[in-house]
């Protein structure tokens, strides 16, 4: 289990929302994100990935793409432990957090709005043994401040697709996007 203890709540402050800016809305997933992000699970070799726990935010967007990939997943013969919604406030997402650890999967996929995963992440990593380097998510999580609404290194290693069906990962404060067909260095 970690504890981290830069951040003593997973509740986003005013303060931070008014620094960093709200977030947009999730749009609608393309085939090409779609596609990449399964194409990123299957590249996967060791430990091969097979069972995934599915996260979504309660928009319609996110409810869409993380059914889109359900489908998905299950017609290449992998498996979905579970599905886990979670609204964009909440008290402490204890429970939505403490479901989608419980498993434990081989792998996280998570289509959602920024402010409620980044919260999200925060109790994942204060009370499960959730990794985020076995996390894999839709381009609506694609944005550079993630990893500042998440706190320090919650969110490293992290890595999804873009709406284009290029990719993107997380180390540390600093999100990187690479253009369909590169792969990152």
Known sequence: MNHLTERPSPLISDHDLAA???PR?????????LAALVALLLEQRKPRIEAVSVGHSRD???RAAAAAFATVW???GGTVLTTVDWPETAASWLRPATRLASGPPDAWVMA???PGFAQLARRLRRSTDWDPARTYAFASLQDSRLPAFAGPD????MRGATADGGTWDIRGRWLTACPPGQVPS
């Open 20 to 22: 960093h800016g709200m």
């Open 25 to 33: 809305d999730p749009v609608a997933h393309t085939h090409e994100e």
């Open 60 to 62: 319609t967007a996110s």
């Open 74 to 76: 299950t017609a290449c």
């Open 112 to 114: 959602a709005a920024l």
């Open 154 to 157: 919650t969110v490293h290693g």
